[in-house]
């Protein structure tokens, strides 16, 4: 069966470990499998948030300097900046007219702040409708599988719900996508919550080993003294050395801990390994940085092979709603 993988990153802050562990490098490693694999730079989902037009077009760069250290081929996938596909807001319009409001009542990052908000302050229509730019972003080219961290589940329900409404309503147009969870735990942050750019807890993927140590340094741990037996689970240097170890690694690590490891050996190990595994992205990075223009010419040569196929499939959807 063709299988057409499909996934994208908000372009707010700078990219993180959580970005790495939970997009990137499952979505590159199930590109290998796959035969057509998308990758795109969610920029006008970012607008959502954040209203610094600076901070927007350094994110878009940093994000694409990511999948592209990280390893991401450009020649056998496409690669493209979500606002240089101007069909994609067409359809986000055309879905809107078939997405029922209470079902964008329910969406998780709208009932947040919602709560204790009657008068929804702070909420503007980008955020209350976001799930159904991102059902544009995945139906436009009929992916059937969309790497996701598990808090994006919700997103892939909905867009397979206004898929399966639309198909309805005027016939069998869309694929319905699958979602494929890439971690079940999310990445945490140095204070153990979701490593998330909101809670400002993150650990960059893209920095020098000074601030990585730094970074690493900072999470929050418990008081107990070196000597003291430790318990590994819910606890988050444990957690983060699980995405860089191997199993070996792992089980010695445990040990560790029931030896009565202190944190601060504890974080060198876990620096050790992380600081091995980003060393060759990094270095790629430094070195991409200063090719002026290449990220720039990847994305637009990425537009050039995406948009010719958003803009066939657009006339069919035209033509299916009555507008040709
Ligand atoms: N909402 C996703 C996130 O914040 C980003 C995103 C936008 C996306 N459109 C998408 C992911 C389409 C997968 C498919 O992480």
Redesign the pocket.
């Known amino acids: 069966m063709k299988n057409r993988i499909?996934?994208?990153?908000?372009t707010s802050g700078t990219p993180h470990l959580g970005n790495y562990f939970g997009?990137i490098k499952p979505s590159l490693e199930l590109a290998k499998k796959s035969s057509d694999s998308f990758f795109f730079l969610?920029d006008y989902?970012s607008i959502i948030k954040v209203n610094n037009p600076q901070e927007v077009t350094s994110s878009i760069e940093n994000i694409a300097l990511a999948w592209l250290s990280s390893g991401l081929d450009t020649k056998n996938s496409y690669f493209y900046k979500q606002s240089d596909i101007r069909e994609i807001l067409e359809l986000s319009w055309v879905l809107h007219c078939v997405t029922a409001k209470g079902l964008m009542n329910r969406a998780h990052a709208y009932k947040a702040l919602k709560e204790n908000n009657s008068d929804d302050k702070g909420v503007n229509m980008g955020l209350f409708s976001?799930p159904i730019?991102?059902s544009a972003?995945?139906l436009m080219f009929n992916s059937t599988h969309?790497p996701?961290?598990p808090d994006?589940l919700q997103?892939l329900e909905m867009t397979r719900d206004i898929a399966l409404r639309f198909n309805h309503i005027f016939g069998d147009t869309f694929e319905i996508p699958e979602a494929v969870i890439n971690n079940d735990d999310p990445i945490p942050g140095i204070d153990g919550r979701k490593m998330s750019k909101s809670y400002n807890n993150v650990i960059p993927l893209l920095c020098d080993e000074k601030t990585l140590k730094k970074s690493i340094m900072k999470i929050v741990t418990n008081s107990l003294e070196p000597g003291v037996p430790k318990d590994h689970t819910n606890c988050n240097v444990f957690s983060l050395y699980i995405n860089f170890a191997s199993d070996q690694e792992i089980e010695e690590f445990k040990d560790d801990y029931a030896n009565g490891i202190s944190w601060g050996d504890a974080k060198n190990k876990l620096f050790d390994k992380a600081n091995e595994t980003l060393l060759p992205i990094r270095e790629k990075y430094f070195d991409l940085r200063e090719q002026k223009d290449l990220v720039n010419d990847h994305l637009s040569d990425g537009a050039k092979k995406v948009r010719p196929l958003a803009r066939e499939f657009i006339e069919v959807i035209r033509s299916k709603i009555g507008i040709s």
């Open positions: 499909l996934t994208g990153i908000t997009a969610a989902h976001y730019l991102m972003d995945i969309v996701v961290g994006q997103h």
